[in-house]
């Protein structure tokens, strides 16, 4: 069982930067696949990125690459997200989440976070 939670969301001007957060309780964190995911407002649930359990591995979608970066720390069990050049698109719910595999699929995660809102002006 692994429980996450979110941190870090606001409000931020368009072109700057948020990092947020995702800490995590019970064993064997090191085990699991962490990925970040966002839902704006009236749309469906849409992958960021993913980290793989040793943190040697990442992997992002097209509309974050080279804004967005995933990191953890096993030692502190957590997971990060630094974003920059934020868009006004940007906006959304952020979660992150909890995988045995290495995904893309949100289906394929077993836990979740309860989400932190990062919205971003114009």
């Known amino acids: 069982q692994v429980q996450l939670v979110e941190s870090g969301g606001g409000l931020v001007q368009a072109g700057g930067s948020l990092r947020l957060s995702c800490a995590a309780s019970?064993?064997?964190?090191?085990?699991?696949?962490l990925g970040w995911f966002r839902q704006p407002p009236g749309k469906d649930r849409e992958f960021l990125g993913a980290?793989?359990?040793?943190?040697?591995?990442?992997y992002y979608a097209d509309s974050v690459k080279g804004r967005f970066t995933i990191s953890r720390d096993n030692a502190k069990n957590t997971v990060h997200l630094q974003m920059n050049s934020l868009k006004p698109d940007d906006t959304a719910v952020y979660y992150c989440?909890?995988?045995?595999?290495?995904?893309?699929?949100?289906?394929?995660?077993?836990?979740w976070g309860q989400g932190t809102q990062v919205t971003v002006s114009s």
């Open positions: 989440a909890a995988s045995t595999l290495w995904a893309i699929d949100p289906q394929h995660y077993e836990y």
């Open positions: 019970g064993r064997a964190f090191s085990r699991y696949g």
């Open positions: 980290i793989s359990g040793s943190g040697s591995s990442t």
